[in-house]
Every structure is written in structure tokens, then in C-alpha cells.
């Protein structure tokens, strides 16, 4: 358990929607950071907040964005839903940036666009 | 070309086997270097971590690390059933904040 819960765990939606993932980071954590991991591959780093503010950005298009909210929880946000965004998306929580071993990963959200 | 590259596998081993599982990597500034074991597409696992270059042992796992090659493995030996998962590798640079990660490689633990 690393304390790091993201919501819903499993959703479907269809091509053209907007879909919110959501984020609570481990007590004590102000970073958040946003992966999407596809099928046979590895996560790949979308963006981080820190502090409420965008602290770092992946190369992923405008349509993901994100929000931090004062407790540190987060948000991610995709609009337009096109058939490749179909992937496990990880939100990974740590102290002011973080590196190595103080990085902690949630479950993850399974997302299928149809 | 990727920043970091991980032999792809998949890898199938008979219970008791050493097992290698091998990472390269192109960015100097790498300092932070991490191997994740991942079930199931579950979230990453951290099981082994390491600040520069060397090797640190935990329990059946030995991780090393060679910056002059940018290169870095995952031995685990008395492989078990259980150790069949996806092994990532992932490596940032100091207070990145981010990770950069291989594809993972899967491995098939036989008994």
C-alpha cells in the first residue's frame, strides 16, 4: 500500500468524449505526477503539479490537462478522446519533486475509448 | 531514439534460475536508477533503487549499475513462481520529479 489512490479504477467512454481521472496523493506529498502507460509499454511522464502550479509537461498534447487542488489531490483531464488515449493511467505522489525510491505509485485507471 | 532502452523478453525460466534482466540509457543526468516489478498492469512496484553507480543487494535481488556504460541490470537468483511479472526499469535525473521508463520486460517464472 503507498497510500496513493486514484478513481475509478476501470471506464469505458467513446471517441469524442471528455473524461476526469482523479488523484489523492500520500499525506504529507505536494507533488503529483501523471503517467499513461499503452499496452507493452512503460509509463510515459504526461505532466506534474507541484504545489498546485504545472511544474513539467511530457510530450502530450494540449487536450490533457490537469489541476491541483489545495489538499495536493489532482485531476487529469482529457478532452476529445481519440482511440490511442486507451491505457492504464498512474499517478505517482511525492515530497517536492521527489526522485528514486521517494516516488509512489497509485493502481492506476484503466481507460477504454471505444 | 528512446532515452531508455530494456530487452524486450518476453523471458521464460525454470524455477531456480538466475535471471538478467538489462537496461541502456543515453542521458548523462541519470542519477536516480529504479527497477519496479509490475503485476498484472497493476500500478509499479518499487523493489530495487540506486543512487549512482554500484551495486546494492536486497534478498534474492542484486541491482547494478554502470555509468560509464549507461548500463544497468536486475539479477534475481531462486527465481520463484512468484517473481513472474513485468520488471521495468526507470531512471531521473536529480529532483526531476519525473521518471523515464523502459517498456518492461515480462517474465515467466516455470516451477
Known amino acids: 500500500e503507498t497510500g496513493v489512490t486514484q478513481s475509478p479504477t476501470h471506464l469505458i467512454k467513446t471517441r469524442g468524449q471528455q473524461v476526469t481521472l482523479r488523484c489523492s496523493s500520500q499525506?504529507?506529498?505536494?507533488?503529483v505526477s501523471w503517467y499513461q502507460q499503452a499496452l507493452g509499454q512503460g509509463p510515459q511522464f504526461i505532466f506534474q503539479?507541484?504545489?498546485?502550479?504545472?511544474?513539467g509537461r511530457g510530450n502530450f498534447p494540449p487536450r490533457f490537462s490537469g489541476l491541483q487542488f489545495p489538499n495536493y489531490s489532482s485531476e487529469l483531464n482529457v478532452n476529445a478522446l481519440e482511440l490511442d488515449d486507451s491505457a492504464l493511467y498512474l499517478c505517482?505522489?511525492?515530497?517536492?519533486?521527489?526522485?528514486?525510491?521517494?516516488?509512489?505509485f497509485g493502481e492506476g485507471s484503466w481507460l477504454t475509448v471505444v | 531514439q528512446k532515452e531508455v532502452e530494456q530487452d524486450p523478453g518476453p523471458l521464460s525460466v525454470p524455477e531456480g534460475a538466475i535471471v538478467s534482466l538489462n537496461c541502456t540509457y543515453s542521458?548523462?543526468?541519470?542519477?536516480?536508477f529504479m527497477w519496479y516489478r509490475q503485476y498484472s498492469r497493476k500500478g509499479p512496484e518499487l523493489l530495487m533503487y540506486?543512487?549512482?553507480?554500484g551495486n546494492k543487494e536486497d534478498g534474492r535481488f542484486t541491482a547494478q549499475v554502470d555509468k560509464s556504460s549507461k548500463y544497468i541490470s536486475l539479477f534475481i537468483r531462486d527465481s520463484q513462481p512468484s517473481d513472474s511479472a513485468t520488471y521495468l526499469c526507470?531512471?531521473?535525473?536529480?529532483?526531476?520529479?519525473?521518471?523515464?521508463f523502459g517498456d518492461g520486460t515480462t517474465l515467466t517464472v516455470k516451477p
Open positions: 505517482a505522489s511525492s515530497l517536492n519533486g521527489g526522485s528514486g525510491n521517494t516516488i509512489y
Open positions: 499525506s504529507g506529498h505536494n507533488t
Open positions: 503539479y507541484y504545489r498546485e502550479e504545472e511544474n
Open positions: 542521458n548523462s543526468a541519470f542519477q536516480y
Open positions: 540506486t543512487y549512482s553507480s
Open positions: 526507470a531512471m531521473s535525473a536529480i529532483q526531476a520529479g519525473k521518471s523515464t
